[in-house]
């Protein structure tokens, strides 16, 4: 953090979201470590400190899940010649993008991503990062170097930041290896542990440290048990990929006689660390094994929507208790109000009804849960406006037209569920201002930079396409 963003000590607001809904007359004091020493409802004259707000206030959301080199992808793989196109085609493609990046590019490409995810309501992302190696698949000089250039993204918008380090050691069940287009991402969990050790020795402000295991299907049964070991007394957030494809659930069954979710809880891995992002496909069983175990499951229903993985089971694991976090994953979409729309239509899709009984008021209780799911997903264990937590906050702009003469009790689903929805005319980051009046202090420089990279990665797509029809994403060959 820097100069370009200043310290805020106090705000004063006529309306805030606090963990038991909308309060009125709303002070908050920040602390000198950039956390809610002190909040405070009713208070009907503010303090001469304190920065008076027009607009309501929201904490902001974690992204709790994001593979930020695919935001340069978003978009350039939505026209095919395949009617059998599914995620398993989508990802042989997106390989093709990860076997050209440079730690310049991650950087510029991260920059440009960190701050629409800053405008799109997230003030902390975990970033599970599995392109470790340079692009002939050897170790860099050093081998943080790709996260450094997230770290670098991160310092230089001004968003909190979760890394995680991804154990891949094979391209699936049965293969005992990875394939060449793989090449970039072989980690050991020795590895992975090493970098952890290095991050956390390194930290930084804004910085928290966890680790990733990308799946069961790219993970080896051993390399779990040595995981455990290794991280008997860590205590940072662990994420795996885990049932996201119908395809990955009976490969998991033919090779173990378990599904994913219920292979994870078999074996005795899951506890509070743990983090199951998708969990697309689970039976009831697997659901109750994740809601005892205390471990927190992060969709992406965006990425889900538009890779066709499916739909979450909304109902059963909002009827077990079990906290859903958002992430966006590919970052098709960059804002939390948009994971949380398409999680409520597509459950009214399926089931062809608008009302959920467990949800009678969605926006509410899914606002609630990706906010505590977040929290643990990131590593913070308290997260919202409240004392001990970070001092991030979102500002509604007073004046926008889909908030006029909206009652307060209906504010966040307005702000939910009223299309394209409102712009956070402000956001606070660990007390400090990183978006004041709509504008961020170093969008020009951000924006070219991405501009030159995209260049630089799709030119040669984008030369020809004025003359025919082209795939931008170059096709590798199928597995």
């Not at 090779?255 to 506890?271: I, K, S, Y």
């Not at 979102?394 to 009223?418: K, N, W």
Request: aromatic share 8%.
């Amino acid at each position: 953090m820097t100069a370009d963003f200043p310290l805020a000590s106090a705000l004063w607001t006529p309306l805030a979201w606090l963990p038991h809904g909308w309060r009125r007359q709303v002070l908050l004091v920040i602390g000198p470590d950039g956390r809610w020493r002190q909040v405070e409802p009713d208070v009907s004259s503010p303090p001469a400190e304190a920065t008076v707000l027009t607009g309501a206030v929201l904490p902001g959301l974690v992204n709790a899940h994001s593979h930020a080199f695919q935001r340069a992808f978003a978009g350039l793989a939505e026209t095919t010649t395949d009617d059998q196109d599914d995620f398993w085609s989508w990802r042989t493609r997106m390989y093709a993008l990860a076997a050209r990046l440079t730690p310049e590019h991650l950087r510029a490409i991260a920059a440009q991503l960190y701050l629409e995810l800053l405008r799109g309501g997230y003030t902390q992302v975990c970033e599970f990062h599995y392109v470790h190696r340079n692009e002939q698949g050897d170790p860099y000089d050093r081998p943080l170097a790709m996260m450094d250039a997230l770290v670098g993204a991160a310092a230089e918008v001004g968003i909190g930041l979760t890394l995680l380090p991804t154990v891949y050691e094979r391209a699936g069940f049965g293969q005992p290896d990875l394939l060449p287009e793989q090449r970039r991402f072989l980690a050991s969990p020795d590895m992975i542990w090493e970098m952890v050790k290095t991050l956390e020795q390194d930290r930084r402000p804004g910085i928290n440290v966890g680790l990733a295991l990308h799946s069961v299907r790219a993970v080896r049964p051993e390399s779990f048990r040595h995981v455990y070991r290794l991280a008997e007394d860590f205590t940072g957030p662990i994420h795996i990929h885990v049932a996201e494809q119908v395809g990955e659930v009976e490969a998991c069954l033919r090779a173990t006689g378990a599904r994913p979710v219920a292979w994870l809880a078999r074996e005795r891995w899951l506890d509070p660390r743990w983090q199951l992002v998708h969990a697309t496909h689970t039976e009831a069983d697997e659901q109750e094994s994740v809601a005892q175990s205390g471990a927190g499951v992060v969709v992406c229903p965006t990425t889900e929507a538009n890779l066709g993985d499916g739909i979450p089971d909304l109902a059963g694991w909002v009827t077990r208790g079990v906290p859903l976090a958002v992430g966006s994953d590919s970052h098709v979409t960059r804002d939390w109000r948009e994971e949380l729309r398409w999680l409520v239509y597509g459950t009214r899709l399926v089931t062809r009804r608008r009302g959920v009984p467990e949800l009678l008021a969605p926006a509410e209780k899914l606002f609630a849960g990706a906010q505590t799911g977040g929290g643990d997903a990131a590593g913070e264990p308290v997260w919202g406006l409240m004392p001990g937590a970070r001092a991030d906050a979102l500002v509604l702009a007073p004046s926008l037209p889909g908030m006029a003469g909206a009652p307060a009790r209906h504010l966040l689903d307005v702000v939910v569920f009223s299309s394209p929805g409102p712009s956070w005319s402000d956001v606070l980051v660990a007390g400090r201002w990183v978006i004041r009046h709509g504008r961020h202090p170093r969008q020009g420089r951000i924006a070219a930079r991405f501009g030159d990279t995209m260049q630089s990665l799709w030119s040669s797509a984008w030369r020809v396409a004025d003359s025919a029809p082209v795939d931008v994403a170059p096709h590798c060959a199928p597995h």
